[in-house]
């Protein structure tokens, strides 16, 4: 099994919504990431959880904010969100994070997030 | 500035044609991956190259790492519009703990 899924698919919240987006893989992976892609881009890193510990953290915003509740699951909390942050969040994992050599990272179908 | 160049950025081909999409850059790499992603889709990992001048074939669709593991080129033959979608190689930079994706390649193959 080498699926991670994702919830929603699609959202659409206004500027003062709190929400927040899941990610759920199985496969004993102990490292999940989340990115955003805008469209016609590639996706873009924003935060990389190691053994349910964040290591990395690409200068996101603070209404931006991620949780990993276990090894399992990873959630990014939503809040005070603007338009410019419409965009498709891909969660990722890989079966560890540090250090990469030759980890293969899988992805999620994403939440398409769109700010009204 | 792109750590990972892929061109063309754009390819629209006739059903039957081969192509080949490149991935450049001046970094070396520890694997390379290529994923495809259709739209509102994520990203689905097709390959891992590790070494320098590996080559992997995959149905269709052949991959090779460049022996100095700076490149990568994915050739498809005979394409077919189940083709159709966005390409993207990633590469992993030694001792860095995320992936560095390439600018993509959006192939159109039309029927």
């Known amino acids: 099994d080498t699926e991670v899924t994702q919830t929603p698919k699609h959202l659409v919240m206004g500027m003062t919504n709190k929400k927040s987006l899941k990610c759920e893989q199985h496969?004993?992976?102990?490292?999940m990431y989340w990115y955003k892609q805008k469209a016609k881009k590639p996706p873009e890193l924003m935060f990389v959880y190691s053994y349910e510990k964040l290591s990395i953290n690409e200068s996101v915003p603070s209404r931006f904010s991620p949780e990993c509740p276990n090894s399992s699951l990873l959630n990014l909390h939503l809040h005070a969100l603007q338009p410019e942050d419409s965009a498709l969040y891909l969660c990722?994992?890989?079966?560890?994070?540090?250090?990469?050599?030759?980890?293969?990272?899988?992805f999620g179908p994403g939440t398409r997030l769109l700010v009204l | 500035t792109q750590l990972l160049e892929q061109s063309p950025q754009f390819l629209s081909i006739q059903e039957g044609e081969n192509l080949t999409v490149y991935c450049n850059s001046s970094s070396v790499f520890s694997s390379l991956q290529w994923y495809r992603q259709e739209p509102g889709e994520g990203p689905v990992l097709l390959v891992t190259v590790v070494t320098g001048g590996e080559v992997k074939k995959l149905k269709r669709l052949t991959f090779q790492f460049g022996d100095a593991r700076k490149d990568s080129s994915l050739h498809i033959t005979a394409a077919q519009p189940g083709d159709t979608g966005l390409y993207l190689c990633?590469?992993?930079?030694?001792?860095?703990?995320?992936?560095?994706f390439g600018t993509g390649t959006r192939l159109t193959v039309i029927p």
């Open positions: 496969m004993g992976h102990r490292a």
């Open positions: 990633a590469g992993v930079v030694p001792g860095a703990n995320n992936l560095f």
């Open positions: 990722a994992s890989s079966l560890k994070a540090h250090p990469i050599l030759i980890e293969t990272q899988y």
